[in-house]
């Protein structure tokens, strides 16, 4: 398990590294973009993932949470089940809307070496 976490990290710098080069190469944003969907929002979504499951267990021990979309749980309008699904279905959409984004950017760039064909 160690071995496929530290694959992954190493994955995760080499990209991040070429996408780098590329952004000071080209100045061009969607690079950027492209890290923040690709490199740091994997981080950010999987700290928050740490955040949900501290809340859902304390939910499940019927220990108060006291906040939003929590409470909805706790006063029976939504199931644990529906709380975990939401979280995972906007985990989801925020990654692709990242994506998109820096797709859009890409696809706008004017690329400096492409020559037309003859």
């Known amino acids: 398990m160690d071995v496929l976490l530290a694959s992954a990290l190493v994955l ?3 990209i991040a590294a070429i996408l ?3 952004y000071v190469r080209t100045r061009d944003v969607g690079f950027v973009w492209l890290g923040v969907a690709v ?3 994997p981080g950010v979504s999987r700290l928050l993932e740490g955040g949900e499951r501290v809340f859902i267990d304390r939910l499940i021990r019927h ?3 006291g906040f939003y979309p929590f409470m909805l749980v706790a006063s029976g309008q939504m199931t644990i089940g529906g709380l ?5 279905v906007f985990q ?3 990654g692709v809307c990242l994506l ?3 797709v859009l950017y890409l696809s706008r760039a004017k690329d400096p070496v492409a020559k037309p064909v003859a």
């Open 63 to 65: 220990q108060s949470v």
């Open 100 to 102: 998109l984004v820096a």
């Open 84 to 88: 975990v699904t939401s979280f995972a």
């Open 20 to 22: 780098v080069r590329q």
């Open 12 to 14: 995760h710098v080499a």
């Open 39 to 41: 490199v740091i929002w």
């Open 92 to 94: 989801q959409l925020t």
